[in-house]
C-alpha cells in the first residue's frame, strides 16, 4: 500500500505530538513547577512521565506498522546478515549498559521511594563505558537498531522522524545535564561525540575518571 499524502501528513503530525508533548513533560521548567505547585506529586513525576511516553508512543507505532507497504529496501544475504547482527549488538549494548546507569533514578523508583520531590535527578556526574566514546549512547545504539531494519513508506518515514527528535532530543537534554552538572559535563561535551563515535574524540578510562573526580575543596 502507497501512503497517500493524507497518511503521510497524520503519521508525521503523530511524531510532532509525541515529540512535542515528550520534550515538554521532560523540561526542566515543568518539573521545577509541578515541584513547587504540587509538591506531594513531585515524587512520582518520573514514574508518570515514562509512562505517560510510552502511552504516546503506540499511535505513531501502530500507524506505522498497520499502513505497510511495499518495501522500499530489503537487505539480503551478506548484508542481511551484517545488519542483523549490527541490530543485535544494539541490543546487547542496551542491556549490558543498564549496569552504567542509575535504572532506580531513570524509571523513577527512587524518587518515589525516598519521596524526593526535586526537579533535578538525583546522583552524580558519572560515565559508563560507553559514554567515554559517545555522549549518549542509548540514542546512537537506538538509531543502529532502526536503520538496519527493512523499510518500506510508513517505516521509513517513521524512522526519519525519530531520528530528527533523537537529535533535536539530545541537545534539549544537554542542556539539563548542564544545569545539573555545570563544568565537568562542559569539558565532557567538548571532548566526546553526541551520537556518532568519532577517532579522536573518546575518554580513556583514566580521563573518565577524573572527569567525574569532584575536586578537592
Known amino acids: 500500500m502507497t501512503l497517500t499524502a493524507s497518511q503521510l501528513a497524520s503519521l508525521v503530525l503523530l511524531w510532532l505530538t509525541y515529540a512535542a508533548l515528550h520534550s515538554l513533560f521532560a523540561s526542566l521548567w515543568l518539573k521545577r513547577h509541578v515541584a513547587a505547585r504540587w509538591p506531594r506529586l513531585a515524587p512520582g513525576y518520573r514514574l508518570g512521565f515514562n509512562l505517560l511516553a510510552l502511552l504516546l508512543l503506540l499511535p505513531p507505532l501502530w500507524l506505522t506498522f498497520a499502513w ?3 518495501l ?3 537487505w539480503q544475504g551478506g548484508w542481511a ?8 549488538a544494539a541490543a546487547a549494548g542496551f542491556v549490558g549498559s543498564t549496569r552504567g546507569y542509575d535504572m532506580g533514578v531513570f524509571t523513577g523508583r527512587t524518587q518515589w ?8 535527578d538525583p546522583g552524580a556526574f558519572t560515565l559508563s ?6 555522549r549518549h549512547p542509548w540514542y546512537s545504539l537506538g538509531l543502529v537498531i532502526l536503520w538496519t531494519r527493512d523499510m518500506d513508506e510508513a ?3 517513521s524512522a526519519l522522524c525519530i ?3 533523537l537529535w533535536l532530543g539530545s541537545l534539549l537534554e544537554e542542556q539539563k545535564l548542564l544545569a545539573f552538572h555545570g563544568e565537568p559535563y562542559a569539558r565532557y561535551r567538548a571532548r566526546v561525540s553526541g551520537l556518532i563515535p568519532w577517532p579522536g574524540r573518546s575518554l580513556s578510562a583514566d580521563e573518565a575518571r577524573a572527569l567525574c573526580t569532584p575536586p578537592r575543596r
Do not use: I, K
Not at 563505558?129 to 559517545?134: A, C, F, G, N
Open 68 to 70: 505497510h507497504g511495499p
Open 155 to 157: 517505516r521509513l518515514v
Open 81 to 88: 546478515w551484517l545488519a542483523n547482527g549490527l541490530a543485535l
Open 113 to 120: 521511594t525516598t519521596r524526593n520531590g526535586a526537579a533535578e
Open 72 to 74: 522500499l529496501w530489503s
Open 129 to 134: 563505558p560507553l559514554h567515554r566514546h559517545v
Open 163 to 165: 531520528t530528527l527528535y
